[in-house]
């Protein structure tokens, strides 16, 4: 029977270690690839097995024309293939989870594989409701839908006592920040959790009026936030 792989990626490029051994056995097994972004899979890949000959696999990538055919092709041809997010674990906040869909409407063996997950480790450190939460996405970029999405989260997570997470782009990360902290409530718990897994990880839970008088930078610095309501 066909079997997928459901391959985790590091969080951060410099630390490899958080990727258990027997991922390793696994990639050997494959026969070919669909990953996020061929060149840090690749690079990633063999940094763990340098022996890795490259060119001796097919490569597919996300999203891109035609990936779909070449999957449902691969899976009917009993192929050992890989999914590999671009950072964390596929399927989860990554667009991995249309073809793993597909695998699972044709009958395949999905293995999942453990790794680090940004938003799991943000919430276990946050100190938050660890039962109740829910992971957002992308935050609006425009200025009134993101005071409106902000709110909500907030309004939620105080009646409902879930835990809210949500991440953006590192290069608007500050910008972001910055509209959490002037549109929240002062008491507000708000967790900023920065570089997971890397040598300058940071992860800090504090209300908002807290973090007005300490503002960290966080441009181009990968970070989910999360935020509740004691």
């Known amino acids: ?25 696994a990639i050997k097994e494959c026969e070919l690839f669909f990953v996020e972004d061929q060149r840090t899979t690749r690079r990633y890949f063999k940094s763990g ?10 490569w597919h990538t996300l999203g891109e024309p035609g990936t779909q055919e070449a999957f449902l092709k691969a899976l009917s041809s009993n ?26 409407q044709q ?20 100190g938050f409701n660890g039962q109740r939460f829910q992971f957002v996405g992308y935050l609006p970029i425009e200025e009134t839908d993101r005071i409106k999405a902000i709110r909500l989260l907030e309004s939620t997570a105080a009646k409902e006592r879930c835990t809210q997470l949500f991440i953006e782009t590192p290069y608007r990360n500050n910008q972001l920040l910055a509209s959490l902290l002037k549109h929240l409530q002062d008491q507000t718990l708000l967790c900023v959790a920065t570089d997971l897994t890397g040598k300058t990880e940071s992860i800090q839970t504090r209300t908002v009026a807290q973090w007005r008088k300490e503002i960290p930078s966080l441009h181009k610095r990968p970070t989910l936030f999360a935020l509740y309501v004691a």
Request: hydrophobic residues 45%; glycine residues 8%.
């Open 1 to 25: 029977m066909t079997k997928v792989y459901l391959i985790p990626a590091p969080l951060d490029t410099e630390t490899l270690d958080v990727i258990p051994p027997y991922v390793f056995d």
């Open 107 to 126: 009958g395949a063996t999905v293995k999942p594989l453990v790794g680090p997950s940004s938003i799991l480790l943000a919430l276990m450190a946050s």
């Open 79 to 104: 192929k050992v293939m890989g999914i590999v997010s671009e950072a964390g674990c596929p399927g989860v906040a990554d667009p991995g989870q249309e073809l793993i869909a597909l695998a699972q």
């Open 49 to 58: 097995w340098k022996e890795m000959v490259i060119d001796n696999y097919t």
